[in-house]
């Protein structure tokens, strides 16, 4: 493809600024990223509040996010927060470790053990069985083949026939099921439903275990977590600052048209002219959002076979809140 190619970026989240960066490094330059809000990095928000930043969206991240790493790497930043830690309490308080092999936990819990037997099979499964399960991007699982980069360091470029991967496009707990480990439902519920990412008898496998593919899920486990001292904006606001062309703030998309070849973008009152266009925005957003934001089928031409494939989507809305205690309130607190 000809490197000189005007590029547009709908959304300066993670995923934009991060398409921003690669495409950089490939040589294609003539990109625009285009971001409605007067920040960027989308859902990973870390404002400042007398003088320190607090999360309002991601917190974490684990050694298993390479493209994350790129970014750092990029940027010459690393991850610098503190380690987060986790620990479990009984009714009274004390601390317990439920996962220890005690008669007390192997009586409470008579399925602990089952389930790390099921969790070793599980690992061996994805790798056998479902070879070629966490290339990235899922191409060709429908058709029984993986086609993509591997999740490791050096994202090779792999591509093979597996027609077990059509196995993906069951419901997960189906697929923990029907593989003999329905047990490790209870370790990828953590990272997963409780995070907002959806329930095991809907989700498809292929989407569970496109983000928490085997390394990532146990390093959750081990809470092997990467955080970051400024937060995890700050990740983003330093790629903006250290790619060739930053993000154009306050810069909501109003229509876009595809004919003739190009791509027609009208943002506040312009009209821009593009070869391709990349969006990393919401595609479907059902109703009406009281910020205004819109899903790309209702500012897109959208084509009456993008438009039934969107509408399949279910966007949920996803509220933050934060609360100010006083000290007063809280004595047992040292502050
Ligand atoms: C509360 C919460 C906690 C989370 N915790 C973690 C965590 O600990 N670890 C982790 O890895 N992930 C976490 N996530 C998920 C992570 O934040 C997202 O996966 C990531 O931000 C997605 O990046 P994105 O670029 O795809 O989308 P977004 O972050 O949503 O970015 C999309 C961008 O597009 C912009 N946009 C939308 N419409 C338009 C338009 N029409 N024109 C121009 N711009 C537009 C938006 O303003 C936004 O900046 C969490 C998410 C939430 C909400």
Redesign the pocket.
């Known amino acids: 493809m000809d490197k000189n190619i005007r590029i547009a970026i709908?959304?300066?989240?993670?995923?934009?600024l991060s398409a921003g960066m690669y495409l950089e490094q490939k040589g294609y330059e003539n990109y625009v990223i285009?971001?409605?809000?007067d920040r960027?990095?989308?859902?990973?928000w870390s404002p400042y509040y007398n003088g320190r930043r607090y999360e309002m969206?991601?917190?974490?991240?684990v050694p298993s996010?390479y493209a994350v790493e790129d970014v750092e790497k990029f940027c010459g930043i690393t991850h610098d927060g503190p380690k987060l830690n986790r620990n479990y309490k009984d009714s009274q308080g004390n601390v317990i470790e439920p996962f220890a092999r005690t008669l007390g936990n192997i009586i409470r819990n008579p399925w602990m053990l089952k389930m790390k037997g099921q969790l070793k099979k599980f690992g061996e499964l994805l790798e056998t069985k479902y070879k070629g399960y966490d290339v990235n991007g899922h191409r060709g699982v429908a058709e029984g083949r993986y086609d993509g980069y591997a999740v490791t360091p050096g994202r090779e470029k792999i591509e093979g026939e597996n027609p077990n991967l059509k196995d993906l496009a069951l419901p997960f707990k189906q697929f923990c099921e029907m593989n003999g480990v329905p047990l490790v439902q209870k370790i990828w519920i953590g990272p997963f439903t409780s995070?907002g990412y959806g329930y095991f008898d809907e989700i498809p496998a292929a989407y569970v275990l496109k983000y928490l593919d085997f390394q990532t899920c146990m390093n959750f486990v081990k809470v092997n977590l990467w955080t970051w001292e400024q937060g995890?904006q700050y990740i983003w606001e330093q790629l903006n600052d250290h790619i060739k062309h930053p993000a154009r703030l306050n810069?909501?998309?109003e229509k876009v048209e595809r004919h003739d070849g190009k791509v027609f973008v009208t943002v506040n009152g312009e009209v821009e002219e593009f070869d391709k266009i990349i969006v990393?925005?919401?595609l479907h957003i059902p109703g009406k959002r009281a910020d205004g934001?819109?899903g790309m089928d209702e500012?897109f031409d959208v084509r009456d076979d993008e438009k039934e494939l969107f509408s399949k989507i279910d966007y949920e809305r996803?509220d933050?809140q934060a609360f100010l205690t006083k000290p007063e309130d809280h004595p047992e607190i040292s502050y």
Do not use: H, L
């Not at 960027?40 to 990973?44: D, N, S």
């Open positions: 709908i959304g300066g989240g993670p995923a934009g285009f971001e409605r809000n960027v990095g989308g859902k990973c969206g991601a917190i974490m991240g996010y995070f995890t810069s909501a998309i990393t925005a919401p934001q819109k500012y996803y933050v």
